[in-house]
Structures are given as C-alpha cells and as structure tokens.
C-alpha cells in the first residue's frame, strides 16, 4: 500500500535571502584564514613590552652606569701677523718667539660609561670614543683673500693634559685609556687602585648578546645619562642593514646631550633576561647658520627695535629626536677582540666579553 502526501510550505523570500548570505560569509571565512606566524622566541629578541616586574632587576643595573666627564687643558700660541706663519712653517718656527701673547683654555664634554669588570686592583669601562677624544692641536688662520696655500696662521692651540673622571667612583691615581677607535666611536677606560676601595662597586653582570638576532621591532631599555640626569627609557628597533652582523642600528628612543655611550638591553624570554645590544652614540640632527647681535655690548637689546651693533654669524643645531644612532654589540665584541693583547696585558680578563651567544 503506498501513501501520497501532497505538502505545501509556504517561506517568506526574506527567510531565503538570509540563508544565501550566510552561505556566501561562511565560504569568505574559510577562504580568507591566515596561518599565524610562529617566532622562534629562542632565536630572536622579545618584540613585546615586556611582562612582569622589572625594577628591581633595573635597580642594579643602573647602578653599574656611570656618568663621564672629560676636560681636555689647552696652551694657545697668538701669532704675531708680520710672521705670516703657514702650516708649512710650523715645525721649524719658535712658537713662543712668534707669539704676541699666550693664553689657557680648557674644553670639557660628558657622557654615559658602564663598569664592565671590577676587582680589587682594577676597574674597565665601556663608553663612546668621540665623549673622551679632543684633537692634540687645532689651527685658526686670518680671514683673507688669498689661495688656501698660503693661508697665514692666526693662533695654535696645543693640548697640555687631559683628564677623566667617573662619578661615583673613588680612583686614586689616573685613568688610563686602553683602546679606542674613532670611527666605530668605542673607547674603553681603565683605572688601577693605588689602595683597595672603600665600597665595592657594581658591575654589569648581564651577558653581551647577539645583535644578528635584532630585528625590526625588537623592545629594547635604553640606560644613560641625558642632560646629566641618569635616565631609563624604552624604544623600538630599527635596522640600517640587516644583513651586517656588526652595522649599527636605529632605535626610536629620545636622545639628548650626555646620552652618548648609553647602553641598549634587549630581552630574550621576558625579565630578567637582559642582554647588552648595543651603545647609543648620536643623534640625527641639522644645523643651520643664522646672523645674532653680539653679546658684548653693555646696552640692552630692546625687542622690535632696530639693532645697529655688531652682527655675528652663529650655528644652530636642532636636534631630531627619535632618530638615535646604536653601536652594535657585535662591533664592540670584535673590538675587544682585536685589542685584547692590549687588555690582559694591563691586567683585565676580556674572554667572557668576546664569546658570541
């Protein structure tokens, strides 16, 4: 026996409608999945902001970043014009003789330093070459119209002595400089105790990492001296040239004068797992020359009044922040590499700065 059943249904078109887009949402999703990218978090430095609490890790850190100072004495020979003195003539000329006065002048510049060893007997230092480097004799000549060959000497400046100092730290006797290298902008600093100290000071005791493993957006703290104050700030890594293990890098960090010679920490798996990457050494800037009153005349200058005095030419430096130049930490390893004959000669034990992570 067969049973027929007629069924009619009636569903309204908007039912229909809603079922085809829902259809047509549920392809899009499944058609537009995107495999996340998985890092090896073992390979690279954190990209993240760091998680958990990381001052009192940061507390002894910065205890082992130091502020420098560096005054460099000049002796300045005034030349006499009727001398006509060139630069050819100045190794045989009496300096003294051809002068009509002499005078003393010194220049001081500051930066950041960080103790990397520390005994009883002895301290080292890492900092930037350019915070502890003045030129042994600059040279000024007379404004005239003649070829640059015959240019006339106006005044020689020789230096007479240099010194450091850390502050801090209590050195009996002088700093040395062990090695520098001006144009990776690296200096090292070292200082013998005559007596043992009375306290014992921090050293950084955190590994010197990989700068290979940076990459683009790598979380890095920033520890230094801006301005004289002692600082710890944050930024974010860019690279210049990837593809060289030792080239410097770019961190969009604030950077201001003394800020030289700061050290730059990467993390690998969170705190308190810092590493050294690197060392802040400048600034991208622009200078621009402008005319300004001189500043001898005894009368004030009165704004929106015409100025009749004498007019000087001066050069104004603007700072672009944000754009702060990094030493890596691979150049600074092979640094200590090439002087290290240097280094335990003097007394210091450099394998534990030069094996690569």
């Keep these: 026996m067969i049973f027929k059943i007629n069924t009619f249904m009636t569903i309204p078109v908007w039912k229909y409608f809603c079922f085809a887009i829902s259809i047509i949402l549920a392809s899009c999703s499944i058609n537009s999945f995107i495999e996340p990218i998985i890092v090896d978090q073992q390979t690279y430095y954190d990209s993240n902001y760091p998680a958990g609490h990381s001052s009192e890790y940061l507390n002894s850190l910065v205890e082992s970043v130091k502020r420098i100072s560096n005054t460099a004495y000049y002796k300045t020979y005034i030349i006499s014009p009727q001398y006509k003195l060139t630069d050819v003539d100045i190794i045989d000329v009496d300096l003294k003789k051809a002068s009509s006065d002499i005078i003393y002048y ?95 000071y921090n050293v950084f005791n955190y590994p010197f990492g990989n700068s290979s493993k940076l990459d683009w957006g790598s979380f890095v703290y920033i520890i230094g001296f801006p301005m004289g104050s002692k600082m710890v700030t944050t930024g974010i890594v860019s690279l210049i040239d990837p593809s060289d293990n030792s080239s410097d890098f770019l961190v969009d960090a604030l950077f201001n004068r003394g800020f030289s010679g700061g050290i730059v920490l990467a993390t690998r798996n969170g705190i308190p797992n810092f590493e050294l990457v690197g060392l802040t050494k400048s ?17 004030p200058q009165i704004l929106h009044i015409p100025f009749e005095g004498e007019i ?46």
């Design 106 to 200: 010194n220049e001081s510049t500051y930066g950041t330093s960080t103790i990397i060893y520390s005994n009883l007997q002895k301290m080292m230092l890492l900092t930037c070459a350019h915070i502890i480097s003045f030129p042994d004799t600059i040279v000024n000549y007379f404004i005239t119209s003649e070829s640059e060959t015959e240019k006339i000497i106006s005044d020689i400046s020789i230096k007479v002595n240099q010194h450091y100092y850390i502050n801090d730290i209590s050195v009996t006797g002088k700093y040395q400089l062990l090695a520098k290298d001006n144009n990776l902008d690296i200096a090292l600093i070292g200082a013998t105790f005559k007596d043992k100290p009375f306290i014992n």
């Design 283 to 299: 600034v991208s800037s622009n200078s621009a020359k402008l005319l300004k009153p001189s500043q001898t005349g005894d009368e």
């Design 312 to 357: 000087l030419i001066s050069e104004q430096v603007t700072l672009n922040y944000g754009v702060t130049n990094v030493v890596s930490i691979n150049a600074i390893r092979e640094f200590i590499s090439d002087n290290s004959d240097i280094l335990i000669k003097n007394g210091y034990v450099v394998e534990d700065f030069i094996q690569t992570k």
